[in-house]
């Protein structure tokens, strides 16, 4: 007689830990439902984190008249903001005009739209720039005179992601990073799924009345290996990379540059002592999870950007690069790759009564709060009725040290060196941009320097990787040091192995105090 234990029945199975698979369980997780979520790998690993770090609404897709999309995320950007004021802010950005590209017309009307359309109330409207005299024209080359000046926002993408999963798991979901899916079958009025743990091996099986294929660029692989769906998944991937290179100038604005192939790619300001540039469009045919900058890109961003710039930058330059997956949809696959929507695509499988399957194509990261919205309305019908939070309610409950007002991160900032005079600027106001008001769970009883431990490089202490294993699923140097981190720019390759051990040391040890 087998003594094992039934499988465990959720209302809802997701596959998928990134910005969509974690929004859409922390939206659902709120309304009631039972939820289960599994990541092969860590939380945000794929597309989630590789994107320019933008909540925006994409002005360049005004030009393809995507204005229910474009609509839709200038909606959501003082959301997001309102929701999330550690890791979410706003940035204003210089459009130079260029002679030879889009006519000046063309940009004031696309940014009277985007001011326009969003129902934007705190961030400032466009304005036209003189950068003759403007600080923003100091880095560009003298022949760009005049340009417009609009504004979005700024996003901890990864961040985003854990956050949301965060908030999720306090509602009762059960989040399993490292955990892939084997196999998902309908069987007897439900779905049956085999789960692999991909640290220890162990397989385990739990039962759903409904599940979401939000995989990202493996959402087709997943519904040919796991579900046995072989026809052709109408989706489309596209290759973005990003360089990135030490500082350029001093001042807190952003640029947006064209180019001549009709591309724009964005100069940010990057974890205080660099500078963000991208990103590329191009078809992608590989394994998602190999993706990198290929030298061709590099050199592409380089060039671009040089022909802006005052001073030019070099491949040698670049002191780090990422790359990241975009799976858009796209039933034809013809046409250039920047030109494929950026919108969302949700397909439902749910005729002839059978247990509801929902995939999940494209999307911004902008966008996930209303996809998921969108996913929980079209499965709402197949799953249980419960009574829990109302539609809507993600966009008015803060994410995980999000409870502040959307502007008084400075006011929050000078509460919190009252509370810990030990910690240095610098270092107390990364602490307030990762974890907001969380700080004080992971500073807990700290009086002191000494009292937050050993001291990895930059400013990484035990106290703070001790936090992140307990709280936030991290199992691995990259987790913390990439991840929910951009540490990693600054930690040598020893140092990089003492914190890939100390993670270790301390998971096993909080393992063996459970």
Not at 366 to 388: C, D, N
Request: hydrophobic letters at 40%.
């Amino acid at each position: 007689m087998d003594s094992s234990p039934a499988p465990r029945l959720y209302d809802l199975a997701i596959i998928g830990g990134g910005i969509n698979g974690c929004g859409i369980a922390r939206d659902a997780a709120g309304r009631g439902w039972s939820v289960y979520l599994c990541e092969q790998k860590d939380l945000g690993s794929g597309t989630s984190s590789a994107s320019t770090k933008l909540i925006h609404g994409g002005l360049r897709y005004l030009e393809y008249y995507e204005f229910r999309l474009v609509r839709e995320a200038l909606m959501e950007r003082e959301v997001l903001w309102g929701i999330a004021p550690h890791i979410v802010w706003p940035l204003r950005f210089v459009l130079p005009y260029h002679k030879k590209l889009r006519p000046r017309w063309m940009l004031r009307l696309g940014l009277f739209l985007y001011d326009n359309i969003g129902g934007r109330k705190k961030l400032p409207k466009t304005r036209s720039v003189d950068l003759t005299r403007d600080k923003a024209g100091a880095l560009l080359k003298p022949q760009y005179k005049r340009g417009f000046e609009y504004s979005d926002c700024w996003v901890e993408d990864s961040r985003l992601v854990v956050l949301n999963a965060m908030a999720a798991a306090a509602l009762g979901a059960t989040i399993s990073p490292r955990t892939r899916c084997v196999s998902a079958e309908r069987r007897d009025g439900l779905w049956h799924v085999t789960l692999r743990d991909e640290q220890t091996g162990d397989v385990t099986h739990i039962m759903a009345r409904g599940l979401i294929n939000a995989a990202g660029p493996w959402v087709g692989e997943v519904a040919q290996s796991v579900m046995h769906n072989n026809s052709r998944a109408p989706v489309r991937l596209v290759q973005g990379s990003h360089i990135v290179v030490p500082k350029l100038y001093d001042h807190a604005g952003c640029y947006i540059f064209q180019n001549a192939d009709n591309r724009i790619f964005f100069v940010i300001p990057y974890e205080q002592d660099f500078t963000l540039i991208g990103t590329t469009d191009q078809d992608y045919t590989g394994d998602p999870g190999s993706v990198h900058a290929s030298a061709e890109e590099i050199a592409y961003l380089c060039r671009s950007a040089s022909d802006y710039l005052r001073v030019p930058i070099t491949p040698d330059d670049v002191v780090w690069t990422y790359s990241g997956v975009r799976p858009l949809y796209d039933e034809s696959g013809e046409g250039k790759a920047q030109e494929a929507t950026r919108d969302y695509v949700l397909k439902l499988d749910a005729e002839g009564g059978v247990p509801p399957l929902l995939s999940i194509f494209g999307g911004k990261i902008t966008t996930y709060r209303r996809l998921a919205e969108s996913a929980l309305e079209q499965l709402g019908p197949h799953l249980p009725a419960v009574k829990g939070r109302a539609i809507g309610w993600t966009g008015r409950e803060p994410l995980p040290g999000g409870d502040f007002p959307m502007e008084g991160f400075e006011t929050t900032l000078q509460a919190a060196k009252t509370r810990y005079p030990f910690i240095a600027d610098r270092h107390l106001r990364r602490l307030l941009r990762a974890y907001g008001t969380r700080i004080d769970d992971l500073l807990r009883d700290c009086r002191s320097m000494a009292d937050l431990g050993r001291v990895y490089g930059a400013d990484l202490t035990e106290a703070e990787l001790a936090y992140l294993v307990r709280a936030e699923w991290v199992r691995s140097a990259a987790d913390a040091l990439w991840r929910r981190s951009k540490l990693g720019l600054r930690l040598s390759k020893s140092e990089f192995a003492e914190v890939d051990e100390a993670v270790s040391r301390i998971a096993s040890a909080q393992e063996h105090a459970v």
